[in-house]
């Protein structure tokens, strides 16, 4: 049963929280991208622990390092890209701090396992899109502002 003679002003939200800030373009790939990085530290963190044995054989760097930093970047990344997708007003300040210390674990994790295998061949390229990823997610966070007010 409907209820065509409704009150103006009744209604259970008004127009304005009814529709949400269409998601922008960079906003979504920037959700997809950390949900991408979340998804291969998943694989990460599954595979160490699949892999167990044979890492425990090699040289260098621990299983439990590898298990542990894929269930870290796992467990921030999933939420994360949540956040982002559905434009949470904490979002932004969340990924201005994570990606930097992601980058920096990159570099860091890079660094010990460059000891152990030659992994400078594309040191350069490397070096070029840890800087170009946090500059556009710093800009799309930036030029996004109103699409994360939503909520407020």
């Known amino acids: 049963m409907s ?35 979340s998804c291969i530290n998943l694989i990460r963190l599954i595979e160490a622990i699949r892999t167990w044995d044979f890492l425990v054989s090699l040289p260098g760097v621990s299983p439990l390092y590898i298990a542990l930093t894929g269930l870290i970047w796992t467990m921030v990344g999933f939420p994360l890209a949540w956040g ?29 396992i460059a000891q152990t295998i ?9 070096i070029i899109i840890t800087v170009v990823v946090i500059l556009l997610t710093f800009w799309t966070l930036h030029i996004s502002k109103e699409y994360f007010r939503q909520y407020d």
């Open 84 to 112: 982002i997708w559905r434009g949470y007003p904490k979002a932004p300040l969340a990924t201005q701090i994570l990606v930097p210390v992601y980058a920096l674990y990159y570099w860091f994790d890079r660094i010990i």
């Open 118 to 126: 030659n992994a400078s061949s594309n040191l350069l390229f490397a």
């Open 3 to 37: 209820n065509t003679h409704q009150v103006p002003g009744s209604e259970p939200f008004p127009p304005e929280e009814r529709r949400r800030k269409k998601r922008p373009f960079l906003v979504t790939l920037l959700a997809l991208l950390v949900l991408f990085i």
